[in-house]
């Protein structure tokens, strides 16, 4: 009995460490398994988290349009779908840029950008329907989009005081002659550099007396969007990524340039030959 003693115990040994085994495998199984688990609900998270940015909209302009003329209507729709896809590009960009910027990057980055580009092609739907009727008013007041969102959008109460629209002259004078004039100012935007843009002007061939007075109004336009541009690069400073000036300033601005630009070549036009090439001196760059 006291030799059996030792292997009984020995099997005891080795059935209790086969237990262990069976336990220690049993509980990377299942540990395995609750490893498991937090994949699908971080996937659940990552949905939420591209829902959370929420949703921009804007008013409708189609149905708010007079009677189109036949021969303007192929432009009309053309800037109808502009507009659809400017509010698309700016939904994407929402969802790419979730946790850049401070507090109002949505309004300066994005919405304030979008409206400015609404501005601008409503404009052109506005002109197109005046050139063989009577051109409609009010329009801008379709320019603006709200973001819709559970959360806070980070617009605050800058809906009014963001971009000033095309027609916004005498505030924008107001706003360069700020950025360029004060001491605080002008070392802020040393510190960022500055925004320039080609002459207009010098590129233009002879202005018919009839269309002097629009490609003056234009002229001084393109001036102003400098102006906001230099503003709004020393307002911004720190915000956004590598990118941020390009997206959220220079790109917006050549926006702008393209249609100001083209209603001077076609103001032109309509009593001589419109210019062509001018789009070319659209883009900017950021001199520092």
Do not use: H, W
């Not at 009984?8 to 049993?26: Q, W």
């Not at 609404?118 to 409609?136: E, F």
């Not at 027609?167 to 360029?180: D, G, Y």
């Amino acid at each position: 009995m006291s030799r059996a003693l030792p292997k009984y115990n020995k099997r005891r040994v080795v059935f209790i460490g086969g237990a262990a085994a069976v336990v220690l495998s049993g509980a990377v199984i299942a540990g395995s398994a609750l490893a498991g688990t937090p994949d699908k609900s971080g996937t659940a998270q990552s949905a939420r988290t591209l829902a959370d940015p929420g949703t921009i909209t804007c008013p409708d302009v189609k149905s708010q349009l007079p009677a189109v003329p036949a021969s303007a209507q192929a432009e009309v729709d053309r800037n109808l779908t502009l507009l659809d896809t400017q509010i698309a590009e700016a939904n994407k960009r929402l969802v790419d840029t979730v946790g850049q910027g401070g507090a109002n990057f949505v309004q300066n980055a994005i919405l304030g950008p979008l409206k400015d580009k609404r501005v601008s092609t409503i404009d052109r739907i506005a002109i197109a329907i005046g050139r063989q009727g009577t051109k409609p008013t009010g329009l801008d007041s379709l320019a603006t989009c709200t973001l819709n969102s559970a959360g806070s959008t980070g617009t605050g109460g800058e809906t009014g005081s963001t971009g000033a629209t095309d027609t916004a002259i005498p505030s924008a004078t107001a706003s360069a002659t700020q950025a360029a004039g004060g001491t605080e100012d002008t070392g802020a935007a040393s510190a960022v550099g500055t925004i320039s843009c080609p002459d207009v002007k010098s590129q233009l061939p002879a202005v018919p007396a009839s269309a002097q007075a629009e490609v003056d109004r234009n002229l001084t336009l393109l001036d102003t969007q400098i102006a906001e541009a230099n503003k709004r690069l020393v307002d911004t400073v720190g915000q956004g990524g590598a990118n941020f000036v390009q997206n959220a300033i220079l790109g917006p601005l050549k926006d702008k340039r393209v249609s100001t630009i083209d209603r001077i070549a076609i103001a032109i036009g309509r009593q001589g030959t419109k210019p062509s090439g001018l789009d070319s001196l659209a883009a900017c760059t950021l001199t520092k």
